[in-house]
Structures are given as structure tokens and as C-alpha cells.
């Protein structure tokens, strides 16, 4: 049974930084493309970034290109999210999921995580 399980969320001041962690359990995390996804309060949910299967190839959106970075541990079975200068807009409820293609022209997930709260707050 896939799962997947985000941590590291918090309360942050604008330009500091947190770490995410998506664990996941049930698949062998090697062969799956991993999206990041948040969704702020009466907003439609977001793609932030994914990672290839392989770790090779990551996208990010606009609002996050520089500052985010997707990484993946296939030997720990753990994908992060490093969230660096944070902004008040990126408060959000932050998901990882399972994707099939990690693409700049977009991506779905399809096995969602529970989500970790990230508040951006001076």
C-alpha cells in the first residue's frame, strides 16, 4: 500500500528557510516521479516542484524557481522539499505525491500524502 507521509512544517519569519520531508513506504520510491504540491487557503491546489524517478530531472513553478529545490534519497525512501527564502504566499498546506512524469508542461498526482502546514508570518 503506497504511502507517503510530509513532515518539517512550522512557523517561519518571511526570509527564513524549512525543510520538508516526504517519507514514503508501500512502493520503491526508485521508480516513482515525485511532485510537491501546496494549497493556500481558498486557492486551488498547486504543483511547487517534482523530482524524476531517478533524481535527474527537476521542475519548478515560477513562484518558487530559485528559492525551492526538490531532492530525492532513494536509499532512505525520503523526498525533501528545502524551502528558502519564504515569502507571506507561501503559506500553505504542503503535500508530496506520487506522479507519473515529472514535466515542465505539468503534473498530477496521483498518491497524496496528508499534508504539513506552513506558515509564512511575521
Known amino acids: 500500500q503506497v504511502q507517503l507521509v510530509e513532515s518539517g512544517g512550522g512557523l517561519v519569519k518571511p526570509g527564513g528557510s524549512l525543510r520538508l520531508s516526504c517519507a514514503a513506504s508501500g512502493f520503491t520510491l526508485e521508480y516513482y516521479a515525485i511532485g510537491w504540491f501546496r494549497q493556500a487557503p481558498g486557492k486551488e491546489r498547486e504543483g511547487v516542484g517534482c523530482i524524476s524517478s531517478s533524481g535527474g530531472s527537476t521542475y519548478y513553478a515560477d513562484s518558487v524557481k530559485g528559492r525551492f529545490t526538490v531532492s530525492k534519497d532513494n536509499t532512505k525512501t525520503k523526498v525533501y522539499l528545502q524551502m528558502n527564502i519564504l515569502k507571506l504566499e507561501d503559506t500553505a498546506v504542503y503535500y508530496c505525491?506520487?506522479?507519473?512524469?515529472?514535466?515542465?508542461?505539468?503534473?498530477?498526482?496521483?498518491?497524496w500524502g496528508q499534508g504539513t502546514q506552513v506558515t509564512v508570518s511575521l
Open positions: 505525491a506520487t506522479i507519473t512524469h515529472c514535466s515542465a508542461y505539468g503534473y498530477k498526482g496521483n498518491s
